[in-house]
Every structure is written in structure tokens, then in C-alpha cells.
């Protein structure tokens, strides 16, 4: 019996070495972003926006119950209806890994077969953008090819050595991939979103293949060579757009939310952002605060100065403090007179008085959660 048209397939990430001080507890799909959301609602909204009530998140195992307490029934996505499906599986590969055990596979093609859909989105977190998936549909949907691709053209400056840059043809058709060179020196790439449209038994067919090797890649790595092979439609996506590949991406992609028209792009009136509906109290500004070019979520209690950051909830900035271009999670706590500049706050860490915490804007400095500092920290 057809459940619906469209399925999804939702991944977390390829891996990244130098993001370890963030997510050694966490995926990257659960990191905290503009202050009251995760990296995991924006593909969430994106489907959710086109109507997409069957998804299927696939997750590496370690430390995996953030996304268990931040999605919970999806009823935020439309995934807690009578007539929506939503799954999540795991995988014990090494998230740095391409390979992928049986168990991936197994599961991935239990979901497909069982969806009944015509066509699958298959998108992942580390790529935060807004996308009006109904277009890419109605455009897969006109093409010849069982697989379309969505890329953005960037500076070398926002690509890793991880993104596939694409070859593509004049008329919009996907020639080739590789991985992306730095010693390349061209002014924008075609860099891939791995946002990949495709017709659901085609799909489906393909990877009972990929199943059968001895070290299945992963899904990502998979749609990548497939769509070179096919000669995918490749769909351009203009909109605002955040690699999240490094400790710096994701600094700068926080603060990115600090210029207006970034953020509008991102946070489109017509494309909304759902993410886990917390009912507390509005942020307090007492009247010894100082506050400029900021963006706060609620709880939090600001008697000190704050500039070019990003607050999250339930912070207490002390009288005196100073925070200038840092990115604040839930529940820190800054000393009276303390110092907090070009810095990732985790949640938890409590910064005592009179400290000083400074990172370079190319170098932010991460206070890992739960993390007490009593003596200076100097980049």
C-alpha cells in the first residue's frame, strides 16, 4: 500500500577531526545554532515545509541521545500524526568512517521498500540551508535522469576537503565529481549540498548493489558517484548557506546570524524554522547591562555588556562582565568583571570573576561543556 509520495533520508555527517571539542558528546546534527535552535531542525523544517511526513534519520551510535531528546515525537516536523513515519536508526561505524557495516543497509533499504514512495530526498546537518524542496521536485520531475543534485557555487574559503565539487555541463547536467582540492585555484566551485532528489525503486535497486560489497560506503559517497554516473540534473541553490566542516564554519555561521540580510535569507518568511517549542520566561536586561548587535533566546538573566554575540538560554551574565563576538550555549554562567571574547561557550561552564577567556576570530576558543575556568585562557 503507498504510505506517501516523497520519503527522506536524513543523515548527521561525514565526520570531522578538528570539531571534537564540540561534539566529542554530541553529533553534529544536535550542535546549538542562532541561539534557540540545532543544526537538525533546518533539514527537519525543510521537509516538513514540503509536506514530507515519512523520514528516516540515520545516526552513528555514540552519543546519540541528544537527538532522542531534542526530536522526541517530531510533533514540532508534523511526524506525530496518525499519517506521518518516523524512524531513526543507528549505525556503530566510526563517523570519520566512509565505509558502513551490514547494518546500515539493512536498514536504509527496510525503510525504503516498506515507504511506497515515488521519489526520496536524501539531505544530512552539516549543511545548514533553507531549501524549497517542492521545487527541487518539480524540476526532478521534468528531467529525464532518476537522480538530481542540488549545489551551490562557493569560494574555496567554505569548502573542506570532504565536499564534492561537481563538473557541470551548459546545460545543467552533473559531468564528474571530485573531492575538493585547496590547491586549486579557481574564484567559485560547484560545490554539492549531498541534497540528492531520486526515484525511489531506482534508488532502491542501487543500493541492494552497494549492500552486497565487501565496505559499503556511505549513502552520501554512494549518491555522489551515481549522480556523475547518471548524469544528474543539477538544481543551483542561491540562498544563504553554512558548510559546517570545521570549529571556525561554525563559529562564523553563528555570527553570520548577526548580519540582517544572512539572516533573512536563512530565515525565510516563507520557509519556516521549527524546532523544540521550550515555554520560559522572555531574557532580562538589567539596567546595568549593555547590549549591541546581539541575539538572545529567552531565560537568560544579562546584567554586563554584550556585543556581537549569540546568547542562547538560561545564561547569567554577571555585572561588569564584557562578552564581545562569541557564541553562547544554554545555561552558562560569566563571573562578575569577566572577559569573554572570540569564544564558543558550552552549556554548563561557569567562567569565574575577574577571568579572561580570548580566542582569534580565525581561532575561536571552545570551553568544552561542563567546564569550570578559574585562571586566564589566551589564544
Known amino acids: 500500500m503507498k504510505i506517501d509520495k516523497y520519503s527522506a533520508i536524513l543523515g548527521n555527517t561525514v565526520g570531522f577531526h578538528d570539531m571534537a571539542s564540540l561534539t566529542d558528546q554530541r553529533p553534529v546534527a544536535s550542535l546549538p545554532f542562532g541561539g534557540k535552535y540545532r543544526l537538525i531542525d533546518f533539514p527537519l523544517s525543510s521537509l516538513a515545509n514540503a509536506g514530507i511526513r515519512s523520514v528516516f534519520g540515520i545516526f552513528q551510535q555514540n552519543n546519540i541521545s541528544s537527538v532522542f531528546d531534542h ?16 524512524y531513526l536508526g543507528i549505525y556503530n561505524t566510526r563517523v570519520e568512517s566512509s565505509t558502513v557495516g551490514k547494518e546500515y543497509y539493512d536498514q536504509l533499504l ?111 559517497y554512494v549518491l555522489r558517484d551515481l549522480a556523475a554516473q547518471e548524469g544528474a540534473f543539477a538544481y543551483e541553490y542561491t540562498g544563504y548557506l553554512a558548510n559546517i566542516y570545521s570549529v571556525p564554519s561554525y563559529f562564523k555561521a553563528n555570527l553570520d546570524m548577526l548580519e540582517s540580510q544572512k539572516f533573512y535569507s536563512l530565515f525565510s518568511p516563507n520557509q519556516k524554522i521549527y524546532t523544540k517549542v521550550k515555554n520560559e520566561e522572555p531574557t532580562y536586561y538589567a539596567p546595568s547591562s549593555k547590549v549591541s548587535r546581539s541575539q538572545f533566546a529567552s531565560g537568560s538573566l544579562v546584567r554586563g555588556e554584550v556585543e556581537g554575540s549569540v546568547v542562547s538560554r538560561n545564561t547569567n551574565i554577571a555585572e561588569g562582565s564584557k562578552i564581545k563576538h562569541s557564541v553562547l550555549f544554554p545555561r552558562v554562567n560569566i563571573g562578575k568583571d569577566a572577559v569573554v571574547e572570540y569564544a564558543i561557550v558550552d552549556k554548563n561552564v561557569e567562567i569565574g570573576e575577574g577571568v579572561t577567556v580570548r580566542g582569534t576570530a580565525e581561532h575561536p576558543i571552545v570551553l568544552q561543556k561542563g567546564q569550570k575556568v578559574t585562571e586566564d585562557l589566551i589564544l
Request: hydrophobic share 35%; with cysteine; aromatic share 8%.
Open 71 to 86: 526530536i522526541r515525537s517530531g510533533r514540532e516536523w508534523g511526524l506525530s500524526t496518525l499519517l506521518s513515519h518516523y
Open 110 to 220: 527496510t525503510y525504503l521498500k516498506r515507504s511506497g514512495s515515488d521519489q526520496t530526498v536524501a539531505l544530512n546537518c552539516d549543511v545548514l540551508i533553507n531549501i524549497d524542496l517542492n521545487q527541487v521536485f518539480h524540476l526532478h520531475s521534468t528531467t529525464d535522469q532518476p537522480i538530481t543534485v542540488v549545489y551551490k557555487k562557493l569560494g574555496k574559503e567554505d569548502i573542506s576537503d570532504v565536499n564534492a565539487v561537481l563538473d557541470i555541463s551548459e546545460t545543467d547536467h552533473v559531468l564528474s565529481h571530485q573531492l575538493f582540492d585547496k590547491d586549486l585555484d579557481q574564484k567559485l566551485y560547484n560545490m554539492s549540498t549531498d541534497i540528492f532528489v531520486v526515484d525511489t525503486d531506482w534508488l532502491i535497486e542501487k543500493l541492494e548493489v552497494e549492500a552486497q560489497k565487501d565496505n559499503p560506503e556511505k549513502l552520501r
